[in-house]
């Protein structure tokens, strides 16, 4: 079976593509068929990098994980006590810390894990590390503790909708690919839920709850109006976790400007649109800003060493 690389859009990728083009290239285009032990070894390198995952990036999805597998838990009956599920996201956050430091990982199996920092010899010190543990530990404290799984959990099981699926729509002809961390139904209205593990508030947020919205709204076909979105911040004090925002269409409308405008621009770097065809050095490279924390240094800048 031949896999062919599709034009699609999603937040991550337009995050990518406004920091650094050659970043985003390589992302998007440059990996393709790194998975093939034929190719050239400049393309699996480039598939290998690509997985890699900063420990900002790889905390989130640990909790994000636990979190899942205590709503699946629920929907299947069964109730996690808190301990245990400290005591589960201890053990996987140890054990890829393990498997990142024995360097064994190929980029070939979807399990394994390797920090960012490891492929690029920055050490990750105990008080560290210990730091990155009590962190997610109190993320995973403040979700169990909240008055949102309190809710999710008063909810009849027929109202849940979406749980950690890896979703998508179609966009005027391109595939639009999205993630939502939890949505029910209440009354009439559709909630939609996002756990944020990160230390502070950001305004950008909006666009990742706006592209929710409009899902949600073409999906199920329901105004605008219906729909609400909340931010949990896992991280921050009892006082000032949740942010809650009413979705009208004045606010869809901007998400679709956003998106047609985004498509656009990306598009216009592609050799060939019908093939979605693209060119390395069509594809400018930033300049140094966010170089420091990129997983592609060792494929683009000549003074890393591979
Ligand atoms: S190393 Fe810098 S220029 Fe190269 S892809 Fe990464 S961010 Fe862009």
Redesign the pocket.
Known sequence: MVFRNEFSWSKSRDVIFN?????Y??NHYGFWNGWIGSEDDRVKRIYYLKKLASKEVWLGSKVHEVIEFLLRKFLAGEEVSLSHALRILQKRMESDFVMSSLGGYSGFSSKAHRFFEDEYGIAIADAEKKGLFDKAEKCLKNFYNSDIFMEIRRAPIADWISLEEFLSFNFEGVRVYLSIDFAMRTGDKIVLYDWKTGGERKADYKLQLSLYALYVSEKFGIPAEKIMAKMIYLALGESEKVDSFEVDSELLEEMRVYLRDSILRMKKLLKDISDNEAVEDDFE??E????SR????KV??SE?KS
């Open positions: 920091e650094c083009r050659r970043k290239w390589f490279k930033c140094g800003y966010w170089c990129c997983n592609f240094k683009c800048l890393v």
